[in-house]
């Protein structure tokens, strides 16, 4: 079976909108970027949980779709992914890859329960994380774990640069990126208050794994600057940034003695116990 639903919001106007459409032609270099810098991540927490063949798995904002993938191979045939996205145009739904065009804020569109549930950078961008998140921790089978990944972290520290108004440069067009992003919902802080978060929703066993790197200039992962600041950019030039800023800001990008942290990424898993 495969499936798309096409409710989307049900009329909730004074929602937050997110702001990284994966309709724009930018989307693409930001999802092979998040792809390349956090697959590795996720799939070595995922590799921790023991997935089984035979369990039902849901996926939220999948994007590419690369983890819901790596959760089909893993559950098998027998087994189902429920894959749930704003805009899922990305993902063609097969075998046991089951897809749903759908706002995780209006509900599951298929009910647990499930033994595994992923989503990242999906909940920073929503100010409804919290019950979002209780939701998904009522929808766990016993014994299933809940894995949300966000980044966390406003500071962006630089390595090496061209010069030092390179460096202010960057440091200004970034951060003028967090607050664009901030004015759709967006919380950097969450990242950190997943664990708790996860305890109050009755999750035992939580943990934490974190993971940055370098970014050096011209890089894949650098690219998420590039794709992130074309996509803002009518909002970035409406919080002080000129259009000369982003050419230079593209510049540096590109430059091989430029090399910055990337985001800190935060992958927090929870249990819920097992009968
Ligand atoms: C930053 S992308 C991350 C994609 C993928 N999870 C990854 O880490 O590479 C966020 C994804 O969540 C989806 N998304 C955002 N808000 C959503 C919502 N309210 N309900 C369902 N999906 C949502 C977006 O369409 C997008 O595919």
Do not use: K
């Amino acid at each position: 079976m495969s499936s798309t639903s096409t409710r989307v919001t049900g009329g909730v106007e004074d929602r937050a909108t997110y702001a990284l459409s994966n309709g724009s032609d930018h989307a693409t270099d930001r999802l092979v970027a998040l792809d390349h810098f956090l697959d590795p991540v996720t799939t070595s927490v995922l590799d921790r949980l023991r997935v089984q063949p035979g369990d039902r798995c849901l996926e939220i904002g999948p994007g590419s779709g690369s983890i819901a993938w790596d959760l089909a191979g893993r559950v098998g045939p027998t087994g189902e992914v429920v894959a749930v996205d704003l805009d899922p145009s990305r993902l063609t739904p097969a075998g046991n890859l089951h897809i749903y065009r759908h706002d995780i804020r209006d509900g599951l569109p298929v009910g647990g329960p499930y033994n595994v549930i992923h989503a990242r950078l999906v909940l920073v961008h929503l100010p409804e994380r919290r019950q979002v998140l209780r939701m998904l921790a009522d929808a766990l089978a016993p014994g299933g774990w809940l894995v949300i990944g966000d980044f966390g972290d406003t500071t962006m520290p630089v390595y090496t640069s061209p010069s030092a108004s390179d460096t202010d440069l960057y440091t200004r067009v970034v951060q003028g990126v967090q607050r664009v992003l901030e004015g759709h919902g967006v919380d950097m802080a969450w990242a950190d208050d997943t664990h708790a978060a996860m305890r109050d929703a009755g999750l035992r066993n939580v943990d934490v794994v974190e993971h940055a790197e370098s970014w050096t200039g011209g890089s894949t992962g650098i690219r998420m600057h590039q794709a992130n600041t074309r996509q803002t950019q009518d909002e970035l030039l409406q919080h002080g940034i000129t259009a000369a800023d982003l050419d230079r800001f593209r510049e540096l990008m590109e430059h091989p003695d430029f090399a910055a942290r990337s985001y800190r990424f935060v992958c927090t898993r929870g249990q819920r116990p097992p009968l």
